[in-house]
């Protein structure tokens, strides 16, 4: 009761969460400082952040930021287009999407990630690696939900298409596509999270690239405080990232 | 029990002070505290349910009919006045008392069977044993071939029929329902009606029923309650004097028509009052 | 689920030739063929496609090497002990989140953010840490599916159906009795999700970090096939690899009765 009563002070929760996270990040400062910890394991916060104008200007952050920020675009471009299609195609004929839904949907669930030495030999050590790598990894939640926001669209919606003798490609962009839109959007927000993990993750695996390569680059090298401080930065753009789709999901679906 | 009973209830001074009562209200009162000041969701409430009565309580929404509910049952603690069941004073879940939700509320990973016998199972009766029991009772609410179906299998009413066979299992003095079938259609809540008449007659179970439908109400009830709109005070208690056993055939008879108007008569004051507060939209659903 | 439900029924009515099925035959037969054709061809690289013989070679060449199933089980031993590490500790942690408003309040928005971040960037960190044997490939394995299973718990605590509550309190039920006949079976679908969800991202994490730094595992095969530039190899390892996660996947589904109405 005491508790929950706690809970709905606005703020309260948060800034306690919030402080126990400064507490934590200061109690390893001064473990490290003691000795406890060794710092050339885990460097010292303070450390990390004084890295980061370092790591900013010595190595290009903000370029290398912009190189995978282009990656991530390109490969939502094709997962958008291409997904969309062939989700509206397999629910168009109903009997294409029968025979191959369930594949769709295991590949959503296989590691598909694990082919990247197989596009390394297809298409070398370039960004056409890294793109092809994050669209097949991202399409599958688009397919899957695209078929899914088109077949769940209303009965009635259908019918009141129906009453206005519209076309089927009428009835497809005025009615269905709308309807289906937010749940296609779940689906683009998957496929774009996939993305950027793939992006990122295939970027560090091969050495080539964005924020990735840094990563790598800088933890081949030893530098600790720079390794953590570049790992401190791509976790705050995914988390950006993130939260940039959430509000627009939010923003597409229909207020209910 | 008398004595007990006469000892908790010796401060009150209304006809609910009756040694027959298995089930007594003495002055039963429940405010709640909320931003826009207390609401008094029960307001001095005295009644009594005798041993093998069937005792409906009717109202408007909102008129603090599930509050009651949750204060017999247990499940609220804190109250004003007394609740005592067999003489025991009412402060958590009492073993006497059997509740049926008006939710939905069987259990989706049990099968039929495993359902009904839960309470036996908590009660550590071995598995044989409480199969054979659970058996006769959804022999009695009609479930028999469906022991081994999930709920999902079942309709809406076969449900609600699960609930109340795994309640009667636990064999309570007291079965308290809270409008057990407001779910479900008007065809399916009448024959239901008639299963429950059915099992009445069968084990003379004290009933106390929460209800929002007078037909339902009428059609099942020894005695019925009506309750005022906020804040939910007695506003009457009618006999139902139409014969036993009965049937849902009685709906049709003059005898009950009159009963119904009666009612209707007191409630729609109330439910007019809640309407237009702008608290009754599921109050149509009374005057059906 | 409920389509895979579908698909199963239409395929017991008309066991062998149902026009899905023959889709199905056709679709397949399709892509075979076009895969021997280009790989004939030899309009790409050398051995980039090779023959379906090559690979099917391949396989039967792996399944029958001992050195195979050694590199298997330590891979597995590895995604097991993630699992376990990081499912024990998801679970713990998805119990308080969601059993108390306030710490859901206070730190689940960290786990919900940090959930989706790509985990492999701290392999370097692992290495750091656990050194370059077995243990930082469970550290990342444990990682990955620590936040999916936390999440999944904690959001399935917070769905139950607070009826079946009242029932168990009508019920007058002991608090073990509560949290084992009616808290734990209402989360089991969630539970069985995140150890699913959990599950894939352990084995991404753990079979990425061998292709990155190690010298044993099914990631290190991959990518030593890559490395020795054997394609048919890496074909066959990969297809091998998608069989059993994708099998690993349906089973543990199955167990948890996620696609049918049965029981746990």
């Known amino acids: ?47 990390i952040a004084a890295s980061f104008e370092r790591v900013i200007i010595e190595e290009h952050l903000l370029e290398r930021f912009v190189l995978t920020f282009k990656e991530c675009f390109y490969a939502a471009i094709l997962i958008t287009l291409v997904g969309v299609s062939l989700g509206a195609l397999l629910h168009r004929v109903d009997l294409l999407r029968r025979a191959t839904e369930t594949w769709v949907a295991a590949a959503a669930s296989a590691p598909t990630v694990l082919m990247y030495p197989l596009f390394l030999v297809i298409f070398g050590r370039s960004s056409t690696t890294i793109i092809m790598m994050a669209f097949v990894a991202g399409l599958p939640p ?12 209303r009965r009635v919606l259908i019918n009141v298409g129906r009453s206005f003798n519209l076309t089927q490609s009428q009835m497809f962009w005025k009615i269905l596509f709308p309807a289906a839109m937010p749940t296609i959007f779940v689906g683009l927000k998957l496929g774009l999270i996939f993305t950027l993990i793939n992006v990122v993750g295939v970027e560090f695996l091969i050495n080539f690239g964005g924020l990735g390569q840094l990563i790598n680059d800088l933890a081949e090298r030893y530098d600790l405080p720079g390794t953590y401080a570049a790992i401190c930065f791509v976790i705050l753009v995914s988390v950006v990232f993130f939260v940039v789709i959430e509000r627009i999901e939010r923003w597409l679906r229909p207020a209910d | 029990m008398s004595v007990a009973s006469m000892a908790t ?28 000041g207390t609401v008094v969701a029960v307001d001095h409430v005295s009644l009594s349910v005798k041993q093998g009565e069937f005792f409906s309580v009717i109202g408007p929404s909102g008129c603090g009919k599930s509050t009651l509910f949750n204060v017999i049952g247990g499940l609220i603690s804190e109250y004003e006045g007394n609740v005592t069941v067999a003489g025991e004073r009412i402060t958590g879940p009492h073993p006497s008392v059997g509740m049926v939700f008006q939710e939905e509320s069987t259990f989706p990973w049990r099968t039929v069977i495993e359902n009904v016998s839960f309470p036996l199972e908590i009660e550590g009766m071995p598995k044989a044993k409480r199969y054979e029991k659970a058996r006769h009772f959804i022999h009695m609410v009609g479930l028999d071939g469906f022991e081994n179906r999930y709920p999902s299998e079942l309709s809406g009413g076969m449900r609600q ?55 339902e109400a009428v059609q099942l009830s020894d005695r019925i309650m009506v309750m005022t709109y906020r804040p939910g005070k007695v ?31 007191d409630l729609r004051e109330e439910a007019s009052r809640g309407l237009t507060e702008d608290e009754g939209r599921r109050v149509t659903r009374a005057t059906r | 689920m409920a389509e895979t439900g579908r698909l199963r029924q239409a395929a017991i009515t008309s066991p062998l030739l149902s026009p899905v099925t023959l889709v199905r035959l056709a679709i397949i037969a399709g892509v075979l063929v076009l895969w ?49 590490i990081g499912g024990l500790s998801g679970l713990l942690v998805g119990l308080v989140l969601g059993g108390s408003r306030f710490m859901g309040k206070a730190f689940e928005p960290y786990l919900y953010y940090l959930g989706p971040t790509p985990k492999i ?52 039920l002991k608090q073990w009795q509560m949290a084992w006949k009616i808290y734990l079976p209402a989360m089991r679908h969630p539970i069985i999700n995140g150890v699913r969800l959990g599950l894939g991202v352990a084995l991404i994490g753990t079979l990425l970090a061998e292709t990155k730094l190690s010298n044993r595992g099914i990631g290190f095969l991959i990518i030593q096939a890559y490395s020795l530039f054997d394609m048919p190899r890496m074909y066959a390892m990969l297809i091998v690899l998608f069989i059993l996660s994708i099998g690993a996947n349906a089973l543990i589904g199955r167990l948890g009765g996620l696609d049918s109405i049965k029981r746990l």
């Not at chain 2, 004097?241 to 008879?253: A, C, K, M, Q």
């Open chain 1, 1 to 47: 009761m005491n508790r929950s009563a706690l809970a709905r002070i606005p703020g309260l929760p948060a800034l306690f969460g919030f402080g126990c996270l400064v507490v934590s990040i200061l109690a390893f400062e001064i473990l490290i400082r003691a000795g406890v910890i060794n710092r050339f394991i885990v460097p010292m916060p303070s450390q």
């Open chain 1, 142 to 153: 688009v397919i899957l939900k695209t078929i899914e926001g088109l077949s769940g669209t």
């Open chain 2, 9 to 36: 209830t010796h401060t009150a001074k209304t006809s609910a002070q009756d040694s027959a009562g298995l089930l007594v209200l003495d002055d039963l009162s429940k405010r709640f505290p909320t931003p826009e």
């Open chain 2, 161 to 215: 029929r699960v609930s109340l066979a795994r309640t009667l299992a636990s064999e309570p003095k007291i079965l308290l329902m809270d409008e057990p079938f407001a779910a479900l259609d008007e065809q399916t809540r009448l024959l239901l009606g008639d299963k429950v008449l059915q099992i009445q007659e069968e084990l003379k179970q004290t009933t106390m029923l929460i209800t929002h439908n007078i037909t």
């Open chain 2, 235 to 265: 506003k009457r208690v009618v006999d139902i004097n139409l014969p036993r056993p009965r049937t849902s055939e009685i709906v049709g008879s003059d005898a009950f028509g009159h009963y119904v108007a009666q009612i209707w008569t």
């Open chain 3, 36 to 84: 021997e054709t280009i790989a004939a061809s030899g309009w790409l690289y050398r051995d980039v496609v090779p023959s379906l013989l090559a690979i099917g070679r391949a396989i039967i060449a792996l399944l029958s090497s001992p050195e195979y199933y050694w590199h298997l089980g330590v891979t597995a031993g590895e995604i097991g002990a993630a699992l376990t």
């Open chain 3, 121 to 172: 960037i701290f392999f370097p960190i692992m290495i750091m840490w656990f050194g370059v044997g077995p243990a930082s490939k469970v550290a990342l394995g444990t990682m990955s599916c620590f936040f999916p299973i936390a999440l999944s718990v904690a959001a399935g605590m917070r769905q139950i159906d607070p009826v079946l509550i009242r029932v168990g309190r009508s019920f007058r």
